[in-house]
């Protein structure tokens, strides 16, 4: 009787083996379904840059530099007279000019022989000599190239060589567009610490970063970028460039992956600039402006948002013309929505001389409709914004509120304030622990508005307030001086 019970076993464990075996395979399945694919099946990643790097390289040059430099300045008075070490020392300082060089990149825009680089590659450069890709299509020597024309504020240079044959360049893609997304691959070139026609490859880590001029608008890369990279191209995998390598994020002075590329939607019109003026031409709209804090919201009518620019100040010129007044917040100029300050300042400066432009402003509740004809900033706002050093009057204190203890402009105050009589109120002091002081405002800053209306005594600043506080808002809005600079700044006014 036990013949049967062992064949029931049996067959008992094949069944088991076999559901056994059917788990393991199902769940093989479900682990390498689970697992990412080959690196070189993933959308949109190259498998090699090697095609890219070869047809755009034979456009990218080295830049070599060299200055003369005085030897004069060795050390000095380091050694007391009659010394054994005098003679020494003065043959060291005393061994005259001799001549510094220094290296970057650059890439060719133009078959004539038009090149982009950083103009901190070859400013104060007495010579500057164009290194080519070696090949047989490229000149074998080393040409010298002159200075087009510069602009400081981006930090792009526009040099030029001369060749017999034609040059093989590369053109600019849009930075803004679907091939520069975050997350792109790109590839730099370059001559980082003199490696000439060095290769880096990487995505794009963010856009539209500031670093600390007026016009930034860098892409942020991983793409190694190290010195001597300076004025390369950062390319798309389309082979276009879409920003000018300028600036490395480093403790060290290398490459830790956090690298900027001026991006070519401002290159463009600057290089296009150079190439016909030999200078920039940038729209000016002759205001100063900050942004619409949203502490500014409950003190300013009509403003829903903390958007736009705030214009602080209206001297002679464009915007003054077509009717713009401080206090004005610009909302909308040439048909694009203002967001920022930096937003504002772009457009206009990418905006030609003497263009007409619609702008809406928002003031007093209404919105308004104007055209301003725009200037050029860099013959103008020197003159409409000359600077001015900061004063600090001694004047006697007459009122105290928000924290902050006013007085009236007398007429020997005000030649040192840099304003009439009458024109607003002095700080003489500011509470330390208030929001008067947590907000930057110190003693010598003159008050020349409260609630979007002029000051001239007292009486003017206690009427503001009483408004403010009967209209049931929370903050005054305060304009504020200091030596040239004008800003607005919001209180409050409730406990």
């Known amino acids: 009787m036990s013949q049967p019970y062992v064949q029931t076993r049996s067959l008992a464990v094949d069944r088991f083996r076999d559901w056994v075996a059917v788990l393991c395979v199902g769940l093989a399945l479900a682990i390498v379904q689970a697992l990412p694919a080959p690196a070189q099946d993933l959308p949109n990643r190259p498998v090699t840059f090697a095609d890219l790097a070869e047809r755009v390289s034979p456009a990218v040059v080295n830049i070599t530099t060299s200055t003369v430099v005085s030897s004069n300045t060795g050390p000095q008075g380091i050694v007391p007279d009659g010394s054994p070490f005098e003679d020494f020392f003065r043959d060291f300082s005393d061994r005259g000019p001799r001549r510094a060089s220094a290296l970057g990149s650059g890439f060719v825009i133009s078959a004539d022989g038009y090149i982009v680089t950083n ?11 164009i290194e080519f890709f070696p ?11 002159e200075v087009v024309g510069t602009d400081p504020n981006t930090d792009i240079a526009l040099l030029k060589v001369t060749y017999d044959e034609p040059l093989q360049f590369v053109e600019f893609g849009d930075s803004t567009g679907d091939g520069s997304r975050v997350g792109d691959w790109v590839m730099a070139m370059g001559n980082p610490l003199g490696q000439g026609f060095s290769v ?16 930034d608008d860098y892409i942020q890369t991983d793409a190694a ?19 000018v390598n300028t600036a490395i994020l480093s403790p060290n002075g290398g490459s830790i992956g956090i690298g900027f590329a001026m991006s070519s939607n401002v290159v463009v019109n600057v290089v296009e600039q150079l190439r016909e003026f030999g200078e920039t031409r940038r729209g000016w709209l002759g205001v100063r402006i900050q942004d619409v804090t949203p502490d500014m919201i409950g003190a300013v009518d009509g403003l829903d948002a903390a958007r736009g620019a705030m214009v602080t100040d209206v001297p002679e010129g464009p915007a003054m013309e077509a009717g713009i007044d401080s206090g004005d917040v610009i909302l909308v100029f040439d048909g694009v929505e203002i967001a920022d300050t930096r937003e504002l300042v772009n457009i206009v400066g990418n905006s030609p001389v003497g263009k007409e432009v619609p702008v809406t402003v928002l003031r007093d509740g209404d919105m308004v409709d104007l055209v301003v004809t725009l200037g050029r900033r860099e013959t103008a706002e020197a003159t409409a914004f000359p600077s001015g050093d900061d004063a600090t009057p001694d004047g ?6 928000l924290g902050l203890t006013l007085s009236e402009i007398t007429e020997d105050m005000a030649e040192e304030l840099g304003v009439a009589a009458g024109a607003g109120l002095v700080i003489t002091a500011v509470e330390p622990s208030s929001e008067a002081a947590s907000k930057g405002l110190v003693e010598g800053d003159v008050i020349t508005e409260a609630g979007q209306q002029k000051l001239s005594a007292l009486d003017d600043f206690e ?8 209209a049931g808002r929370e903050s005054i809005l305060l304009l504020l001086r ?14």
């Open 482 to 495: 200091r030596g040239g600079d004008a800003r607005f700044v919001a209180l409050s006014i409730t406990d």
């Open 119 to 129: 103009n901190h590659v070859i400013e104060g450069a007495d010579e500057i000599e």
């Open 396 to 401: 006697p204190a007459e009122g105290s509120y």
């Open 135 to 145: 090949g047989a299509d490229q000149p074998a020597e080393l040409l010298p190239a």
């Open 225 to 243: 970028i190290n010195q001597g990279n300076s004025g390369g191209p950062l390319f798309n995998m389309d082979g276009q460039v879409i920003g």
């Open 200 to 215: 880096s490859a990487g995505i794009i880590s963010a856009r539209n970063r500031e670093l600390s001029g007026t016009y």
């Open 463 to 470: 009427t503001r307030l009483d408004e403010a506080q009967e």
